[in-house]
């Protein structure tokens, strides 16, 4: 019984392999779903075959021309269909990053106008939260934040230089040092405006040493005036009111001067 069974299959697959009753590649790729019958049937049949131990039935089938066709239709449909769909899903992606950019200009645009009008103490408010957000991948983050943030950043230097000039003619020489320990007093660590002004007195130390460094005799003499009134206090044993006038803002100002030529305090007049 088993011999005629597989007499009969055997004539079957020949039959087909011959191209009887038969589909080949061509007709299957125009119908993707005969052609997903025709595979699942015969790798159903391959299965049973290698149960069975049926080496014939396996060579046979392995070897189907019809078989082979249904099986490559069916996997370049499915590669097509795939290729389709990722080319669907590139297209939605490109228009929504092209909507989520259009978004993010418009944000970063408004947020602009916004930061320009208002006053350094609301625009120093976002330090915290923009100085440093992002980093290199600012440029790629089209969020809300992201806009508002980047418009922070490129109107930072500009807020600050001007915020400094205002606070520098605003409090002049040793005006800017009282200025800076009246906010300073009682401020916790992080206060912004404690901050700045010790940035905006950092700067007009600079730019008097600088001046000393470029007029010598000015700093000699502003040095040697700060030194003979220290010395003669310290000669009176009055040491608190010596270092009183050390840390005036002028005799300060003419140390830090005096450092640029290795003068390190006032131990001796400058020559």
Sequence with gaps: MKLKTTTLFLLTVT????????????????????AKE???????SLAHAIIDNDKDKINAIQSNQEC???????????????????????????????????????????KLEVFKQSDFKSFMALKQECE????????KDY????AKCKAWQELQKDKEQKELITILNKYP??????????VCKNALYGDMTCDF??????????????????HKDKLKQDFNECYHKI????????????????DSYKCFMASQGALKFNIYGYFQPMK
């Excluded at 039959?15 to 005969?34: C, I, M, T």
């Excluded at 020489?173 to 800076?180: G, R």
Aim: charged share 40%; aromatic share 12%; net charge positive.
């Design 15 to 34: 039959l087909l392999n011959a191209g009887w009753f038969s589909h080949n590649k061509e007709y299957y790729l125009s119908h993707p779903d005969e």
């Design 38 to 44: 025709k595979r699942n049937e015969c790798e159903k």
């Design 68 to 110: 082979k066709d249904a099986k490559s239709a069916y996997i370049q449909h499915r590669k097509t269909q795939y290729q389709a769909k990722q080319k669907i899903e590139k297209q939605q992606r490109a228009k929504e990053m092209a909507k989520k950019k259009k978004a993010y200009e418009k944000e970063y645009q408004a």
């Design 132 to 139: 440093f957000y992002g980093g290199v991948l600012l440029d």
């Design 143 to 146: 969020s809300p934040k992201a």
């Design 173 to 182: 020489d040793e005006k800017l040092l009282d200025y800076k320990n009246q």
């Design 197 to 214: 002004a010790r940035k905006t007195y950092e700067e007009r130390k600079k730019q008097i040493v600088n001046y000393y460094v470029s």
């Design 231 to 246: 010395d003669k206090l310290n000669k009176s044993s009055k040491y608190q009111e010596a270092q009183k006038v050390k």
